[in-house]
């Protein structure tokens, strides 16, 4: 799990609430009542009904139900360390060298990353190089334009929700000139009208935009692992030295992360 966002989530949350709940005191409301003064469901129907519906006519039903599988990588999806990913090269190689292929073929079953695996299977193959290099290069296009496309409704309902607490604003303006000799109308109105603002930019900057800013982070990542597996198969099958191949594929990482001591695992 990633527990930083998690934390992220929290802290913004628990910040709100503390600051709600204090200026709710200097203002005279004890207790829950100034948390209960923010909460309104017609607001939170306008902002997320409307942020929602808007989603589905922009994009299809299955491209909706996939970004929140997608999302899952968020909360769930542990980081993959490119140390491991580079020893795993380099032991396999080295053994490739002294033993011969058939030596690691019950290794490379058990290889966890089914990118290294697919790399590692191609060799064993006697797959020509220009073949591994675009086959591996096309599912790496592929998977980018997945991602982009969850990066893109998530930023998409970042864009709507404020939207939709503006229109829930109007609305609730409207309620409130309609009837300005009814005191209860006004205060009704007034509360749809903040409310639905308040809720479509917190929401947006809370929820929506971080998660697309992370879903970006973790397909950058992703591709930056992929690009390593890449060059170590490829060095591998050209018949680079152990030795060589690791310094190819540590030169992909910034120094301080090129130790095991300092990224750990």
């Known amino acids: 799990m990633d527990i930083t966002t998690v934390i992220g989530f929290i802290t913004g949350v628990s910040l709100m ?131 982009k496309v969850g990066q893109e409704i998530f930023l998409t309902m970042g864009t709507y929700s404020p939207a939709f607490g503006m229109i829930g604003t109007i609305m609730g303006l409207i309620m409130m000139l309609a009837k300005l000799e009814d005191q209860s109308a006004i205060a009704g109105g007034m509360a749809l009208a903040l409310l639905t603002t308040f809720y479509g930019a917190l929401i947006a900057n809370l929820v929506f935009l971080p998660v697309c800013g992370k879903l970006k982070r973790k397909s950058d990542d992703e591709v930056l692992i992929k690009d390593i597996v890449i060059e170590g198969i490829i060095s591998m099958k050209m018949g680079d030295i152990p030795s060589i191949i690791e310094a190819k594929l540590k030169a992909y990482l910034p120094p301080k992360k090129r130790e095991r001591r300092i990224i750990g695992k």
Do not use: C
Not at 35 to 42: G, N, R, V
Not at 62 to 78: N, P, R
Not at 91 to 116: P, V, Y
């Open 17 to 147: 609430a503390i600051a709600i709940l204090q200026r709710s005191w200097k203002t005279g409301l004890p207790g829950l009542s100034g948390l209960l003064a923010f909460w309104d469901m017609p607001s939170a129907f306008i902002t997320l009904g409307g942020t929602f519906a808007a989603t589905m006519v922009n994009y299809s039903f299955h491209q909706i139900v996939e970004v929140f599988a997608i999302a899952k990588k968020v909360f769930l999806q542990k980081e993959e360390n490119p140390l491991d990913i580079i020893d795993t090269v380099v032991r396999l190689t080295k053994k490739a060298r002294i033993m011969g292929m058939l030596s690691i073929e019950q290794e490379i079953k058990g290889i966890k990353n089914s990118f290294l695996r697919h790399g590692f299977s191609l060799v064993s193959a006697n797959v020509d190089t220009e073949t591994i290099r675009s086959e591996l290069e096309t599912e790496i296009t592929f998977l980018q334009e997945r991602h």
